[in-house]
């Protein structure tokens, strides 16, 4: 059975950081792309960032870049979003993502895509007060 569990989630004022980790199980961590989406009250579900098999690659929403990191540590089946200078709109639950999107051109094109990935975590609260 597949798992995947966020934590790391909480109650933080503005200009803050946190860091969120994704652990997961009933699968070979090593070999799953991940990602990070985000959805806010009455909010579409929105892309955060990427990150590839290897962790070579990575992708960023534009309202994220250069606060965000997303890393992973394939020794631990463990992915993480370090969130720095946070904002009230950075306010959601934030859920990871996995799967295998192929090679390097599927990624880049379809990294930032939900459709792309099959399993899900059931998600952490961030709220960022102003």
Do not use: H
């Amino acid at each position: 059975q597949v798992q995947l569990v966020e934590s790391g989630g909480g109650l933080v004022q503005a200009g803050g950081s946190l860091r969120l980790s994704c652990t997961t199980s009933g699968r070979t961590f090593s070999r799953d792309d991940m990602v990070w989406f985000r959805r806010a009250v009455g909010a579409e579900r929105e892309f955060v960032a990427a990150i590839d098999r290897p962790g070579t690659r990575t992708k960023y929403s534009e309202s994220t870049k250069g606060r965000f990191t997303i890393s992973r540590d394939n020794a631990k089946s463990t992915l993480y979003l370090q969130m720095n200078g946070l904002k009230p709109e950075d306010s959601a639950v934030y859920y990871c993502g996995a799967d295998r999107l192929g090679n390097t051109e599927r990624w880049n094109r379809y990294a930032n895509n939900p459709e792309s990935y099959m399993y899900w975590g059931q998600g952490t609260q961030v709220t960022v007060s102003s």
